[in-house]
């Protein structure tokens, strides 16, 4: 951080959620405990710490208890006042979270939709949560292909439908919008749940693909080494699109009805081309077009593509929902501390 310089309007951000950071990440601590952890002079977070808290973005914690010299002031994240809200639509619902900046679910609930009014249900849905809950940041999953604040979805390439949902949003209610693509939010909350159950992974070392089959399609979401990977032009994971021979697209022959022999074929043949150029450690398979009862003619299908020393795990997921709103949500909470980005600029 020491060797960063920029505008100081640009760097203030970038120390005010470098400061947040800390403070997530550690519960608490003193001004001398966060100027050595993030290099950033006394004075400056002294000045800092004092807008965070006019802002009501942090709240002191009172002084420590004294070890014989003078007592430090302890500061810590405003829960009560830095709320972020996650959602997602799936046919009739409205699936949303609030969490505070820990990343805590404090309000988790399914809206019906009434008939032909997503559109005045969402702007009513949004509103009512505005007036009662000081929300800093609002994520929203979609099933299409994310450019900024807006997206694309469709069967075919030549006949994608454009949405500015984020965009409108942003505008609307002056809040930042986290717009993410639904499979890349499935793989990430599918990852977080995986890791506390298994304890001995980390995030950082971590390599899946979640492949889902819907009747809009298959896609995946994609992480390698702890982290997601989108693409130029967010386009990684739209496996719907990818050509089998002159059969046509991958998305089309799976819901055009194949027999159980070629469908087990095309699905073992589609693993072991992205165990092969991702060589993940696992595979998720999952979706409600899935035919379950083949998971395992398709993983014994999958040994005549690949030998056994480099065969990726197969692991079937139950339902995806309830990992939709996890990657949302976590993606929606780190926003807040890394909304600021620092791009060199070589002439």
């Given at each position: 951080m020491n060797n960063l310089s920029g505008k100081p309007q640009v760097m203030k951000k970038v120390n005010s959620a470098l400061i947040?950071?800390?403070?997530?990440?550690?519960?608490?601590?003193?001004?001398?405990?966060?100027?050595?952890?993030?290099?950033i002079s006394v004075t400056t977070v002294r000045t800092l710490l004092e807008e965070l808290?006019?802002?009501?973005?942090?709240?002191?914690?009172?002084?420590?208890?004294s070890s014989g010299g003078r007592r430090a002031e302890r500061y810590a994240l405003n829960l009560n006042d830095n709320?972020?809200?996650?959602?997602?639509?799936?046919?009739?619902?409205?699936?949303?979270?609030l969490t505070n900046p820990l990343g805590d679910i404090i309000e988790n609930k399914t809206?019906?939709?009434?008939?032909?009014?997503?559109?005045k249900f969402l702007e009513k849905f949004i509103d009512k949560i505005l007036q009662n809950n000081n929300i800093k940041v609002i994520g929203i999953g979609v099933p299409g292909v994310v450019d900024k604040g807006n997206y694309f979805s469709g069967k075919g390439l030549d006949n994608l439908k454009r949405s500015d949902i984020g965009a409108y949003i942003e505008e609307k209610y002056n809040i930042p919008v986290v717009l993410e693509n639904d499979l890349n939010a499935i793989a990430l909350g599918f990852s977080?749940?995986?890791?506390?159950?298994?304890?001995?992974l980390e995030m950082k070392s971590l390599n899946l693909v979640y492949i889902?089959?819907?009747?809009?399609?298959?896609?995946?979401?994609?992480?390698?080494?702890?982290?997601?990977?989108r693409g130029k032009n967010n386009f990684a994971g739209e496996l719907g699109f990818i050509p089998i021979n002159k059969q046509g697209h991958l998305g089309h022959i799976l819901n055009n009805n194949p027999s159980d022999e070629i469908y087990v074929d095309i699905v073992a043949q589609l693993i072991a081309?992205?165990?092969?150029?991702?060589?993940?450690?696992?595979?998720?398979?999952?979706?409600?077009?899935?035919?379950?009862?083949?998971i395992e003619d398709i993983k014994d299908e999958c040994k005549k593509y690949l030998a056994n020393n480099i065969m990726t795990e197969i692991i079937e997921s139950k339902d995806s929902k309830k990992y939709y709103?996890?990657?949302?949500?976590?993606?929606?909470?780190?926003?807040?501390?890394s909304d600021i980005k620092l791009i060199k600029n070589e002439r």
């Open positions: 947040k950071k800390i403070l997530k990440e550690k519960g608490s601590a003193t001004k001398v405990q966060i100027t050595q952890d993030t290099g808290i006019i802002n009501k973005e942090i709240t002191s914690l009172g002084l420590d208890d709320i972020s809200l996650s959602f997602y639509i799936q046919n009739e619902f409205i699936n949303y979270a809206l019906k939709i009434k008939k032909n009014g997503n559109e977080i749940n995986y890791l506390k159950e298994m304890k001995t889902n089959f819907t009747e809009s399609g298959v896609g995946a979401g994609i992480i390698a080494n702890g982290q997601l990977i081309i992205l165990n092969c150029v991702i060589n993940p450690s696992f595979m998720v398979v999952g979706g409600d077009t899935l035919r379950r009862n083949l709103l996890s990657g949302i949500t976590y993606l929606t909470t780190e926003f807040m501390y």
